[in-house]
T-cell receptor, first 110, second 117 residues
Framework: DAKTTQPNSMESNEEEPVHLPCNHSTISGTDYIHWYRQLPSQGPEYVIHGLTSNVNNRMASLAIAEDRKSSTLILHRATLRDAAVYYCILAGNYGQNFVFGPGTRLSVLP | ETGVTQSPTHLIKTRGQQVTLRCSSQSGHNTVSWYQQALGQGPQFIFQYYREEENGRGNFPPRFSGLQFPNYSSELNVNALELDDSALYLC????????????????FGQGTRLTVV
């Protein structure tokens, strides 16, 4: 079973910020939080990952709650190309045997 | 483009046959993972290879086997194909240091679409 829970779907307007939530209440102290997205007919694509502190990269920002039981992926200005399924995954114990849940299907409206 | 290439892109096999899927990992990456993705679901972890040795396995039967070669490319073999094996098979490569992978990103290929009839 997936160790994270995410909403099944979300909708956003183009050029507006999007906040994608993820709950991981059973996270252990050494688990990293990873986000990947999968565009139609493609393999998953890395978005961002972090451990405790908030993280930023060219694609997105990751906000991690202080107790680490939840996190939020932030897309600052959604574009039509951001329409995808977004997966929040925990990685720990040296491994990268990702347990993918159903993810959040993000729709971006023009 | 991630630099991870998978072949073939599409394949049709008959129930009971055997299939070999191939993955060429990104240059310098020493770890390869394989996933099965059924239609409408998230990918499911099959197994992982680190420096040519199996380094973890998901809940898949022994008829799913793999190899990693000295150049870190990899194969996934499935024997005695069943209709439920129809899926998208994804390969992901990453660079593990001392077998630590949790703090590194994985690069996925486009997948091989396998149809079993």
């Amino acid at each position: 079973d997936a160790k994270t829970t995410q909403p099944n779907s979300m909708e956003s307007n183009e050029e507006e910020p999007v906040h994608l939530p993820c709950n991981h209440s059973t996270i252990s102290g050494t688990d990293y939080i990873h986000w990947y997205r999968q565009l139609p007919s493609q393999g998953p694509e890395y978005v961002i990952h972090g451990l405790t502190s908030n993280v930023n990269n060219r694609m997105a920002s990751l906000a991690i709650a202080e107790d680490r039981k939840s996190s939020t992926l932030i897309l600052h200005r959604a574009t039509l190309r951001d329409a995808a399924v977004y997966y929040c995954i925990l990685a720990g114990n040296y491994g990268q045997n990702f347990v993918f849940g159903p993810g959040t299907r993000l729709s971006v409206l023009p | 483009e991630t630099g991870v290439t998978q072949s073939p892109t599409h394949l049709i096999k008959t129930r009971g046959q055997q299939v070999t899927l191939r993955c060429s990992s990104q240059s310098g990456h020493n770890t390869v993972s394989w996933y099965q993705q059924a239609l409408g679901q998230g990918p499911q972890f099959i197994f992982q290879y680190y420096r040519e040795e199996e380094n973890g396995r998901g809940n898949f039967p022994p008829r799913f086997s793999g190899l990693q070669f000295p150049n870190y490319s990899s194969e996934l073999n499935v024997n005695a194909l069943e209709l439920d094996d129809s899926a998208l098979y994804l390969c992901a490569s990453s660079l593990g240091l001392d077998n630590r992978l949790e703090n590194t990103e994985a690069f996925f290929g486009q997948g091989t679409r396998l149809t079993v009839v």
